[in-house]
Nanobody, 115 residues
Framework: QVQLVESGGGLVQPGGSLRLSCAAS????????MAWYRQAPGKQRELVAR???????MYADSVKGRFTISRDNAKNTVYLQMNSLKPEDTAVYYC?????????WGQGTQVTVSS
């Protein structure tokens, strides 16, 4: 069983920054592929960023150059640094882990970008 605990969401003004954290359980975190997804009202869930066990990264075109995904294996934690935030970034953000071909999800954290 893998449990994911998210933190760092909140309200921020356009152009501002926010860092999301996701702490994962398990002894083999270094082997997990991790990702951040988001879902806005009336829209389908979309992949935001992904990081592999070897720390290679991939980003959605909509966030390239603004968001950075990283991991700290000593803390069993993955991060999403979000800069130059836009109102269209407003969504519930979900942490995801793939372990032995099974998907695990966090509960989601709300990010609201508004004046």
């Amino acid at each position: 069983q893998v449990q994911l605990v998210e933190s760092g969401g909140g309200l921020v003004q356009p152009g501002g920054s926010l860092r999301l954290s996701c702490a994962a359980s398990g002894r083999f975190f270094r082997n997990y592929a991790m990702a951040w997804y988001r879902q806005a009202p009336g829209k389908q869930r979309e992949l935001v960023a992904r990081i592999t066990s070897s720390s290679s990264t991939m980003y959605a075109d909509s966030v390239k150059g603004r968001f950075t995904i990283s991991r700290d294996n000593a803390k069993n934690t993955v991060y999403l640094q979000m800069n130059s935030l836009k109102p269209e970034d407003t969504a519930v953000y979900y942490c995801n882990a793939v372990v032995s071909a099974r998907d695990y999800w966090g509960q989601g954290t709300q990010v609201t970008v508004s004046s």
